[in-house]
């Protein structure tokens, strides 16, 4: 679930993780999304449309560090 940072509104939801979702980022210009979760994967999104653009398999739990450029 993607939330508006200043007042914590409800933006959207990007479905694809089966894990809990540690960190997420959005670049400047809110177009990109990246999350890190729980199933060892990170992702990155069109923060416009909601689609996922690319899953990154990782050996272990994706807590942060995510550029999104």
Known sequence: MLCQG???DWTGTFWGH?????????????????????????????????????TLAHKYIAKTGFYTG
């Not at 210009?29 to 653009?53: H, N, Y």
């Open 18 to 54: 089966k894990g809990a979702v540690w960190d997420t980022t959005v670049n400047k210009d809110a177009t990109k999304a990246g999350t890190a979760a729980a199933d060892f994967t990170a992702k990155v999104w069109d923060a416009v449309s909601g689609d996922e653009l690319m």
């Open 6 to 8: 200043d007042t914590g």
